[in-house]
């Protein structure tokens, strides 16, 4: 565990072991209700993210989605995967992401295999398929328990704020 809150935690050469939520926030500006990752593990910058997602009951989409058997939506494990895209994007980048935002351009071949429920532990893994310019494209797996509940590929465009 970090042990100064917002700060990422340095391991072997060219790899950032964790980022907390503050430093999550730090780097994308997405906020509650709609911030879909909780901690970064793993960062390799210009390469690969593993994102941790808990899933919790008290989530406001589960009163709707479904009531009887609540699910987490798909659409939002796509999201969980492009935030977790956008701080890679965001350590890659360094002082140069300064101003900028990660927007999503694409989505191909997304497929859900089991449903997420309260109680997972989502773990997103990220690669960095390859970027020219500001395009970047990504390869993610959504997995719980070490079973891959979802994937797809995906872009993503860096622009100025």
């Known amino acids: ?22 430093r ?8 509650f209700p709609f911030l879909l990752v909780d901690r970064v593990v793993d960062l390799v910058p210009g390469a690969s993210a593993v994102g941790i997602k808990n899933v919790s009951i008290n989530e406001n989409f589960f009163q709707g989605h479904f009531p009887q058997h609540p699910v987490f939506p798909g659409v939002l494990i ?36 089991k449903p997420v429920v309260p109680g997972d532990q989502m773990r997103v893994h990220v690669r960095k398929e390859k970027q020219r310019g ?28």
């Open 78 to 113: 796509i999201e969980s995967m492009a935030q977790t895209a956008a701080v890679l994007v965001v350590e890659t980048l360094g002082p140069t992401a300064q101003g900028k935002l990660v927007y999503f351009m694409t989505v191909d071949g997304a497929k859900f295999r």
């Open 24 to 31: 999550i926030m730090q780097a994308i500006p997405h906020r």
């Open 1 to 22: 565990m970090d042990a100064n809150p917002g700060t990422a935690e340095a391991t072997r050469e060219g790899t950032i072991g964790a980022y907390d939520i503050g």
């Open 134 to 161: 500001n395009i970047w494209k990504f390869a993610a797996e959504a997995k719980v328990d070490g079973k891959v509940v979802a994937e797809a590929t995906y872009a993503a465009m860096i622009l100025d704020k």
